[in-house]
């Protein structure tokens, strides 16, 4: 199975500020035949389902804000949130859905406000 | 808009069953993956298995094999998790989650755009 690590497991960023997020993972998620990173990037808040933000390491999903953003390829990925908001406080999730089941994820990134 | 609706939380005794229910409403059923994802209370996201109506059987993920069950009702566009021999480690918060792309758009998979509210499943004696 493919194993997606993240780092760090949390961090504390001040409103406004840029907030980084890596995700390595155990196997390359590129598909050479259409040249696309099978990873995707999710927002979850207490009492609530995961939400896609980015898929194909850096297509925003319909409705997410631009500060969101993806970036990465083959097994090196990073989200980045340009300008912190309150409403950003969450755990944040990469997910692999390369090739074949079973799809993995990271072990989640805990973003707080300082 | 497609929504996923999930049955209500349960509880269960060690050794039991449970199944729970995710039914869609709003758009196409047959031909879009449905996974199963669960949370055990304070940890991560844990993928279960999942199914295609229209193409059957569910793929299911190694720690599962044998335990549980995935399986889908074109007729109520319901999808159904049944997880058996229940242990208190099975205690946590259940998904359903569909994938933004169906068979007749790409054959590859692709994200969870759609997600149930979960069904929290308590297992206790």
């Known amino acids: 199975d493919i194993v997606l690590t993240q780092s760090p497991d949390s961090l504390a960023v001040s409103l406004g500020e840029r907030a980084t997020i890596d995700c390595k993972s155990s196997?390359?998620?590129?598909?050479?035949?259409?040249?696309?990173?099978?990873l995707a990037w999710y927002q979850q808040k207490p009492g609530q389902p995961p939400k896609l933000l980015i898929y194909w390491a850096s297509t925003r999903e319909s409705g997410v804000p631009d500060r969101f953003s993806g970036s990465g390829s083959g097994t090196d990925f990073t989200l980045t949130i340009s300008s912190l908001q309150a409403e950003d406080v969450a755990v944040y999730y990469c997910q692999q859905y390369y090739d074949s089941p079973p799809w993995t994820f990271g072990q989640g990134t805990k973003v707080e406000i300082k | 808009q497609v929504q996923l609706v999930q049955s209500g939380a349960e509880v269960r005794k060690p050794g039991s069953s449970v199944k729970v229910s995710c039914k869609a409403s709003?758009?196409?059923?047959?031909?879009?993956?449905i996974s199963w994802v669960r949370q055990a209370p304070g940890q991560g996201l844990e993928w279960m298995g999942g199914i295609i109506p229209m193409l059957g059987p569910a793929n299911y993920a190694q720690k599962f094999q044998g335990r549980v069950s995935i399986t889908a009702d074109e007729s109520t566009t319901t999808a159904y998790m049944e997880l058996r021999s229940l242990r208190s480690e099975d205690t946590a918060v259940y998904f359903c989650a569909r994938e933004r792309t169906g068979l007749y758009e790409t054959h590859h998979p692709s994200a969870f755009n759609i997600w149930g509210q979960g069904t929290l499943v308590t297992v206790s004696s």
């Open positions: 196997h390359s998620v590129l598909y050479s035949s259409n040249n696309k990173n099978y």
């Open positions: 709003g758009g196409t059923f047959s031909s879009y993956s």
